[in-house]
C-alpha cells in the first residue's frame, strides 16, 4: 500500500494543480498571440505595437484628404479586406517605390535600408522619420520572410496608418 502510495503521489498532485490552475491559465492562453516555449519567441504582436506606437509619436497625423486625394495616394481601400499580412505587404510596396524614387534611383536594386540611410544622410528625410523607416522595414522583412507570426488586423490597420503618416512626412521633401 505504500508503495501504491508512493506511486501515485506526484500523479495526483499534478492532477490537483492543473485543476486549480486551469481557470486562469486558460484566461492567461486567451491573451497570447503567439507562444513558443523552447527558444522563447517574442510575441510578434507586442513588438509591432511598440514600432507603429513610435511611428505615431514621431510622425505628424496625416490630413485628412478628400476623395480626390484618396483615389491618387496609391493606397487601395476597400471593404473586404485582404489578409493581414498582405495588407501590411501592400502598403509597404507602394512607400518603397516612393522612397525609391525620392532616391533619384528608382530602378536602384540598392536594399532600402541602403536607400533610407542615404536619404538622411543627405538631408532628404528627417531622422525621425530615417528611424521609422527603419523599424517599418524590419517589421516588413519580419512578415515577408517567415510564416511563424501571428499578425492581427490591429496590426496591418496601424502599420498601414503609420506608413499613411510617413507618405505625408514625405510630400514636403518631394517639393
Not at 497570447?32 to 509591432?48: G, I, M, R, S, V
Not at 485628412?64 to 486625394?69: I, M, Q, V
Request: hydrophobic share 40%; glycine share 2%; net charge neutral.
Amino acid at each position: 500500500m505504500e508503495k501504491l502510495i508512493e506511486v501515485l503521489a506526484w500523479p495526483i498532485t499534478t492532477i490537483i494543480v492543473v485543476i486549480l490552475i486551469r481557470s486562469p491559465l486558460s484566461e492567461l492562453v486567451l491573451t497570447l498571440k503567439k507562444l513558443k516555449y523552447k527558444d522563447l519567441e517574442l510575441e510578434f504582436e507586442k513588438e509591432a505595437n511598440k514600432i507603429l506606437a513610435d511611428a505615431e509619436r514621431d510622425l505628424p497625423e496625416p490630413p485628412k484628404p478628400g476623395l480626390e486625394k484618396t483615389k491618387n495616394s496609391g493606397i487601395l481601400f476597400s471593404k473586404r479586406r485582404l489578409e493581414p499580412a498582405v495588407e501590411i505587404m501592400e502598403s509597404w510596396r507602394i512607400l518603397e517605390l516612393k522612397l525609391r524614387e525620392l532616391s533619384g534611383e528608382p530602378s536602384s536594386q540598392k536594399s532600402m535600408g541602403h536607400i533610407i540611410r542615404e536619404l538622411s544622410k543627405f538631408g532628404k528625410i528627417p531622422e525621425e522619420t530615417s528611424k521609422v523607416l527603419l523599424e517599418l522595414s524590419s517589421l516588413r522583412n519580419r512578415v515577408s520572410h517567415t510564416n511563424e507570426e501571428v499578425i492581427t488586423y490591429n496590426v496591418s490597420s496601424s502599420f498601414k496608418d503609420s506608413i499613411s503618416r510617413v507618405m505625408s512626412a514625405l510630400e514636403p521633401c518631394n517639393s
